[in-house]
């Protein structure tokens, strides 16, 4: 829905409320065989992408969001070498773990190239890790890659999805859960995007109970601000594959060889804190 033609808005299902940017240009436009993809040049936000006329990625706070989805997972993890992307085809989380010089191997699977093409175009800052020797591209329905990969061959897997709707919808479902507690080490996790804290919370719940119920010994939950994003406030979700979470690799976050712009070793200890009411919501 837009209000003219110099304003982008995304009107947020079920909760009345709506994002609007004003916008100076649209620089693509195409539907793939699996979505609308779409990227402005805007005012405030710099570039926008939108996919099914929902806000994906903006250059100006992107970095919140895929630094959020990389960072904490990795330091998590003892010794994160394998790592998969389901989703994430705008290449920015990517380009966040291969900041790790641990990784051996990062595997990014997205269900639609329309979307990779379109950040290769508008968004070239986000795909600079694109042609790492570690790096690897696919093509694929993730949870088809998912129930095929090696089992015990990952460490870390990201899923870097869109929202529960249309192709992002399996990405939420214990059958997908499951194929990435199988392919998982024993010392693995998953982390998933998942959504705002704030009108979310029924779909964080049934996420806990999807991992819970496939296989998965321990979650928890982290927040970070995503200004283009519903309600603003936004959540990744953490599984351990075995064994309960019991902190972070804090002096690596805290003497990590590489510069980020949110993401540190505080700001990983202050996103695990939760607010009172999820805490009540999740009894803990
Ligand atoms: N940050 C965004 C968010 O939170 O909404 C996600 C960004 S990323 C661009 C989302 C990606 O998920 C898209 O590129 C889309 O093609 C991909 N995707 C959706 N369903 C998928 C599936 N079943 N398998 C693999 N990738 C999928």
Not at 131 to 146: C, H, N, S, V
Not at 192 to 203: D, G, K, M, N
Request: net charge negative; proline share 6%; aromatic share 12%.
């Amino acid at each position: 829905m837009s209000l003219d033609q110099n304003w982008f808005s995304e009107e947020h299902a079920g909760i009345g409320s709506a994002w609007s940017a004003r916008i100076k240009n649209k620089l693509f436009d195409e539907r793939s065989p699996y979505q609308h993809v779409e990227v402005y040049d805007t005012e405030g936000f710099g570039r926008l992408m939108v996919i099914d006329g929902c806000t994906m990625v903006s250059s100006l706070e992107n970095f919140v969001y895929h630094e959020m989805m990389a960072h904490p997972a990795l330091f998590t993890h003892p010794d994160p070498r394998r790592v998969a992307i389901i989703g994430g085809g705008d290449c920015g989380t990517l380009r966040e773990v291969l900041r790790h010089p641990g990784i051996q191997r990062c595997t990014q699977i997205d269900i639609d190239q329309t979307v990779t093409r379109a950040a290769q175009l508008h968004f070239p800052e986000l795909c600079e890790a694109n042609d790492d020797p570690r790096a690897e591209l696919l093509f694929i329905d993730g949870i088809k890659w998912m129930q095929e990969a090696e089992p015990g061959s990952l460490d870390v897997i990201i899923v870097d999805s869109t929202d529960p709707v249309g192709p992002g919808e399996v990405l939420f479902t214990p059958e997908f859960f499951r194929a990435c507690h199988a392919a998982l080490a024993d010392d693995g996790l998953v982390v998933q995007q998942s959504e705002s804290p704030l009108v979310h919370l029924e779909l964080i719940r049934n996420m806990y109970r999807s991992f819970a119920e496939a296989g998965f010994s321990d979650t928890q939950t982290l927040f970070f601000p995503q200004p283009i994003y519903p309600t603003g406030w936004w959540s990744a979700t953490l599984a351990k594959k075995q064994g309960t979470f019991a902190g972070f690799r804090e002096a690596d976050a805290r003497a990590k060889p590489f510069a980020t712009r949110y993401y540190n070793h505080d700001i990983h200890r202050a996103a695990l804190v939760q607010p009172e009411f999820f805490r009540q919501a999740f009894g803990d």
